[in-house]
């Protein structure tokens, strides 16, 4: 009977506690209720979903996480003192010990999300100034051909939207109390600002560079359009002279003195592209395209070495042809010929193509038409030849 009765006043003994804890619970479901719905009406109220997104028909979907994280954070603040009511909070340290970590870390944590919240709306409303007032920009790409599926402005508006989130991410993270986390993103986000300089200079450099070789193209075509250059290749006798009658609507023809001007935009474009490597210390790619360089520059000497070849082999056809000689077509063809033939042997010397192949094939070509000049006078003019011989020992044994 004493053993029912110690438990019964064990019972009435610890029945508040009991109830106390039962009272915590209601307490805390109803203040974790109250704060949920504060927190999903105040976002809602703010648009959160709306204002981290870029397409308004798929908002993000962070309110009701964040409401149901406030929600369980409430409880997890109730739950060691409900714990303790009951008697067994000493079983739960780990866990007494992490609310705590948790309570400490609450006002680092709201400082870091205010930071982010508030640089996300100031990045976002500079970001839709930028593209406002920068709309004159859009006409410009246009006239240059650099219209594309994002305009300028729009495309400015993010450079300058990337530009303040960086320093706005690496505070929260400051904010945060991570320097294990906070170090790293910290010197990426240094090293990323420490090279814009440079490659603002880059893209302003080409950018210089493009309007400066269109001018000079321009130019340049307008000159050698003035001097008869477009009559070059009726010269050559690779085809015949622009027309001058163009129909309406009809594509503009490509023009050798548009052609060269094009040539000297891309070469100011591409000495531009060196500069701009060597300046964000790209030393291989700016070798890189040196070495292009050069050997774009050899085969264009290659090619005006040709040009002028098939020049001359022209006019010395044209020379030979016209006179009276009964064999004239034949030797303005191998005039033509020999002429081409080494003129392309000095524009390929010239462009640097296998220097040992062109100089071999030379060699035989000319060493091949010996032997077949050889053979052609010693098989098929024998009998010729013969009496060519016969006839100098008759004269020679008439003279003894």
Do not use: C
């Amino acid at each position: 009977m004493n053993v029912f009765t110690d438990y019964y006043n064990r019972a009435v003994a610890y029945l508040p506690s009991i109830v106390t804890a039962v009272l915590l619970i209601i307490v805390a479901l109803v203040v974790a209720a109250i704060v949920r719905s504060v927190v999903v009406n105040v976002l809602k109220r703010l648009r959160l979903d709306e204002r981290l997104t870029h397409d308004p028909s798929k908002p993000a979907a962070l309110v009701k996480p964040l409401g149901d994280l406030s929600y369980f954070l409430v409880i997890l603040l109730f739950l060691p003192t409900i714990l303790a009511n009951l008697g067994v909070g000493t079983l739960l340290l780990p866990l007494t010990g992490l609310v705590s970590t948790v309570i400490a870390a609450l006002p680092r944590l709201f400082g870091a999300v205010l930071i982010l919240f508030i640089g996300l709306f100031v990045a976002r409303l500079v970001r839709n100034l930028v593209t406002s007032f920068s709309t004159g920009l859009d006409r410009y790409g246009a006239r240059l051909g650099l219209s594309g599926s994002t305009s300028l402005s729009a495309l400015l508006g993010l450079v300058v939207y990337v530009l303040i989130l960086l320093p706005v991410i690496s505070a929260t993270l400051g904010a945060l109390g991570l320097p294990a986390v906070a170090q790293p993103v910290q010197n990426l986000i240094d090293r990323f600002l420490g090279a814009i300089p440079g490659v603002l200079s880059a893209a302003l450099l080409i950018g210089v560079a493009y309007f400066v070789g269109r001018l000079v193209a321009e130019l340049v075509s307008s000159l050698l359009t003035g001097i008869g250059f477009d009559r070059l290749p009726q010269a050559l006798g690779l085809g015949t002279a622009p027309s001058a009658s163009v129909k309406v609507g009809s594509a503009p023809a490509t023009t050798p003195s548009k052609i060269v001007g094009t040539v000297v935009m891309v070469a100011i474009i591409l000495f531009a592209a060196q500069a701009a490597l060597n300046l964000l210390a790209f030393a291989a790619l700016a070798s890189l395209l040196a070495q292009l360089i050069v050997v774009a520059g050899k085969v264009l000497a290659g090619l005006v070495i040709f040009a002028i070849g098939i020049y001359l082999a022209n006019l010395a056809a044209q020379l030979i042809s016209s006179s009276a000689g009964a064999q004239s077509k034949l030797l303005s063809n191998v005039a033509r010929v020999a002429t081409l033939a080494l003129f392309g042997a000095m524009a390929l010397q010239q462009m640097g193509i296998a220097l040992q192949i062109v100089n071999l094939a030379f060699g035989l070509t000319l060493g091949a038409l010996a032997v077949a000049f050889a053979l052609a006078f010693g098989l098929g003019g024998r009998e010729a030849a013969g009496k060519v011989a016969e006839d100098w020992r008759q004269g020679l044994q008439k003279k003894d």
